[in-house]
């Protein structure tokens, strides 16, 4: 088989419905269980309307979970797309890159510092960046929707280090904190940059009249 084969038979898979409602629950109840996990956080959190801005990974998956029932829907949101990928894959990245990092400066040695809760996290952030970059190909959204999210997503790391509400870091890391702050914007101009590629990258499965498959 091919290289062109196997992403053929990759996308296809993608494509079906069974594979669309297996993932919509995985990132359902992903998403749930995120906005839990920062409840406390949540709760500490003043004012109020900056709540919005601290939920970063769920609020992520649970956009892609909205673009996964569109496509079972055979519909797709361009603007929805682009915030869902794009959250997505940053998140994503960012939350691995925190854990081995608060793992490495602690006093304790790196492995012995990784808990059960970590290496879940590892992972389910792992999926969630490997979800954006695999959907790629079916994006829609164009330069009005990526600039939209870019500047949602800027905004995001403003309030969350010029406030102080980012997600909340292993104590090993808290002395870096403004570090976190530089490599968290340039992870955004990264992934902004990187998905604006996607989008310019010729695809069959783009056009908005390809409908998905209501049948699996």
């Known amino acids: 088989m091919s290289v062109s084969d196997a992403m053929h038979y990759v996308l296809s898979l993608l494509r079906k419905r069974t594979v669309l409602w ?52 055979s519909r797709r949101s361009p603007l ?30 790196m492995m012995d510092s990784l808990s059960w809760q970590h290496w879940m996290l590892v992972f389910s952030h792992l999926g969630m960046a490997a979800q954006a970059i695999l959907y790629a190909p079916f994006y829609t959204y164009g330069r009005r929707e990526i600039l939209i999210v870019a500047a949602w997503t800027l905004l995001n790391d403003g309030l969350d280090y010029g406030v102080d509400i980012h997600p909340w870091l292993a104590l090993s890391l808290e002395p870096f904190d ?27 499965w783009r056009p908005q009249d390809l409908p998905l498959p209501r049948s699996s």
């Not at 993932?23 to 995120?34: H, R």
């Not at 976190?180 to 310019?200: D, N």
């Open 22 to 73: 297996i993932l919509f629950i995985i990132n359902f109840l992903g998403s749930i269980y995120g906005f839990y996990w920062y409840k406390e956080q949540l709760a500490l959190t003043e004012p109020k309307v900056l709540t919005l801005f601290v939920p970063d990974s769920p609020t992520a998956s649970a956009f892609f979970t909205l673009v996964l029932l569109l496509y079972l829907c």
């Open 80 to 109: 929805l797309e682009a915030f869902a990928s794009i959250t997505l894959f940053k998140y994503g990245i960012w939350a691995v890159v925190m854990i081995f990092w608060g793992a490495y400066l602690d006093v304790r040695p």
């Open 178 to 204: 403004h570090v976190v702050g530089w490599f968290t914007l340039l992870l955004s101009v990264t992934t902004l940059l990187l998905f604006s590629i996607f989008a310019m990258l010729p695809s069959k």
